[in-house]
Every structure is written in structure tokens, then in C-alpha cells.
């Protein structure tokens, strides 16, 4: 039988954490919202897999993490242009 290190078990409860506030925001702001502001509690492989195992259609869920990441990625892309031009990093 192996013994849990303190290690596992902070990242167990930070993971538990973050499907906590993940299972609110789905309540609160339904799959797209979630999705969306999903990678504020864990990356976006979980919150897929956490949606879809909370009963939530397959197709549904890979609609608006697709939409997500396309949103975040041009969020980030944004925000790295303009620190490249704020320094005159050209």
C-alpha cells in the first residue's frame, strides 16, 4: 500500500478546488461561459473531460472549447504584439 506524500495531497485539493469552482461557473454560466473562463481553474483537457462527465454532450463541449481556445489564443497573441511594440522589440 503506498502512502500519500504531502505533495499528492495538496495537489489532490487544489485539483479538487478547482472542480469545485469549475462545477459553479457551469452552473452559473452554462457550457459556453464555462469554457470560456474555464482555464482560470484547470487547463482545458480537464474541463473537457470534466464537462463531459458531468453529462454534458460530447459535441456541445468541443464546439466551445474550440471556441475558447481560439479566443484565447488571439487574446494572448494580442497582448504579446503589444509588448513587442510597447519595447520596439521589431
Same mark, same amino acid.
Given at each position: ?25 457551469? /452552473?452559473?454560466? +452554462? ?10 481553474? @484547470?487547463? #482545458?483537457? %480537464?474541463? =473537457? !473531460? ?5 453529462? /454534458?454532450?460530447? +459535441? ?10 481560439? @479566443?484565447? #489564443?488571439? %487574446?494572448? =497573441? !494580442? ?8 519595447? +520596439?522589440?521589431?
Amino acid at each position: 500500500m503506498e502512502r500519500s506524500t504531502a505533495a499528492d495531497t495538496e495537489g489532490d485539493s487544489r485539483r479538487a478546488k478547482g472542480r469545485r469552482r469549475l462545477q459553479q461557473w457551469l /452552473v452559473r454560466f +452554462g457550457v459556453p461561459g464555462a469554457s470560456i473562463i474555464a482555464p482560470f481553474a @484547470l487547463p #482545458t483537457q %480537464l474541463t =473537457a !473531460a470534466f464537462f463531459v462527465a458531468s453529462g /454534458v454532450k460530447k +459535441g456541445w463541449v468541443i464546439l466551445w472549447q474550440a471556441v475558447a481556445i481560439v @479566443l484565447w #489564443t488571439g %487574446l494572448v =497573441a !494580442a497582448a504579446a504584439l503589444g509588448v513587442v511594440n510597447l519595447f +520596439g522589440w521589431q
